[in-house]
């Protein structure tokens, strides 16, 4: 074959093989940049799992919702949450509208990061009890890394909606506690949250006192708890009255919001649980009304 003829061929293989990629709408398609953070001196990955339609032709100049995720790292492993998949999935079968998810590595996974990092960074406040390691939390800069460096480089490089009822923020663990926390301190933001296992009895349940004070909330307020969070009989007595507390007082504060509260027979603090329970969440802050009731 003549050197001509084999550049033909590969040129042939290439365009094939980006026409194929483009028509491929059974896997999401995953993107990922660096992010340099000056709130938390740290670089970290956020990951971008876009919706079908988004580099078709009819829809380059559309615009789409976005939930904003914790712990990315995990959310978008498909050995843990699998987020991405899930989404699909329900855009597909037209049980949510495209969207786009954004998956926020934690300190942990950052460049030279530790586990400790995590808490460090989504911590809002210090607990000698349970985080005794961690004696000055830099939680309370959270929402600044969210609300001056995330959004900003997200909104710079894709075409997300404006706007509190275009935006949801969510997390589990003390990714819920930082979602939890960010919202607080910045009411009008978001208009949806998902607050997985989040552990309010922290800092002798300091953001539930503080929930008190917060007059508004998000529109829609999904709040996922197992019946089996601990080992430890005492907390997970109180997990899921401590959920429901959290759900009369936003519902007692902000009439208008809707609050999900799902309870996960026997299910435990892990990815796998929050996996499982991650569809009706998406459902209740992106689906129709209907599955709100």
Known sequence: ???????????????????????????????????????????????????PSYDSAEHRETRYSVFYLNDG?????????????TALRLMREGKIPEIILVGIDNG????????????????????????????????YRY?????????????ARYRVKAGAEHTAL???????LAALFAIMQHPGIFGGVMLESTPTFMADSRILQEAHLIESW?????????????????LNRGAIPRCRDLAMVIT???????????????????????SRRFPHALQFLFGSPI???
């Open 218 to 234: 998000p529109a829609r307020v999904y709040l996922g708890i197992g019946t089996k969070e601990t080992e430890n009989v005492e």
């Open 73 to 85: 790292f995990a959310v978008f492993k498909s050995t843990l949450w699998n987020a991405p998949a």
């Open 143 to 155: 929402p600044n890394f969210l609300l001056e460096e995330v959004m900003p480089a997200v909104a």
């Open 1 to 51: 074959m003549s050197r001509r003829a084999t550049i033909l061929v590969l040129a042939s293989l290439s365009i094939t093989a980006v026409l194929a990629q483009e028509a491929d709408t059974t896997s999401p398609r995953i993107e990922s940049f660096s992010l340099e953070s000056r709130v938390f001196d740290n670089r970290r990955e956020i990951r971008v799992a876009l919706p």
């Open 170 to 176: 969510g997390g589990a663990s003390l990714g819920g």
């Open 291 to 293: 599955a709100d009731k």
């Open 252 to 274: 007692r504060m902000s009439p208008s919001t809707r609050v999900d509260v799902f309870v996960g027979e026997g299910d435990a603090h892990n990815a796998k649980a929050w």
């Open 108 to 139: 942990a996974t950052a460049t030279g990061g530790s586990p400790k990092q995590r808490s460090l960074e989504y911590l809002p406040f210090a607990d000698t009890v349970y985080e005794p390691s961690v004696s000055n939390p830099l939680g």
